[in-house]
C-alpha cells in the first residue's frame, strides 16, 4: 500500500524543489528527512513537511488496521514536483513600459511504500 501527502500551491519555483525532490528520491524515509534537514534551501523545509506529513499519513492508517511499525521500514518511492498555477504581476519601467513578474507556485507530492512491498 502506498502512502501519500501533497502540498499544493506552494509558493516556490518548481525549479528550486526538483533538485532537492531528486535527492531523497528511493531512499529511506528517516534518511531523507536526515538529509534535508542540513540543507539550506527553504525548499527543504516544504518537501521536510511532506515527508513528515506522509509517514504520519502512514502511522495513522496501519494504527487503525492493528499493525504498528516505524518510519525506518518506509522507501520514498515517488517524489514530485509539478508546476502550480502562475500569477502574473506588472513591475512599471521607464517611457511608460511594463515588465511581467511571474510569481511561479508548485505541487509537492511524495509517495511512501512500505520496504517489504518492494
Known sequence: MAYRAVHRYARISSRKVRPLADLVRGKFADEALE???????RGARMLEKVIKSAVGN???????????????ELVVV???VDGGPIVKRFQPRSRGQAFTILKRSSHISVELKRIEEL
Not at 538529509?35 to 534551501?41: E, S, T
Not at 502512514?58 to 525506518?72: K, L
Request: net charge negative; hydrophobic share 30%; no cysteine.
Open 35 to 41: 538529509v534535508l534537514r542540513f540543507q539550506p534551501h
Open 58 to 72: 502512514a502511522q495513522d492508517t496501519d494504527q487503525n488496521s492493528g499493525r504498528s511499525f516505524s518510519a525506518e
Open 78 to 80: 515517488d517524489a514530485r
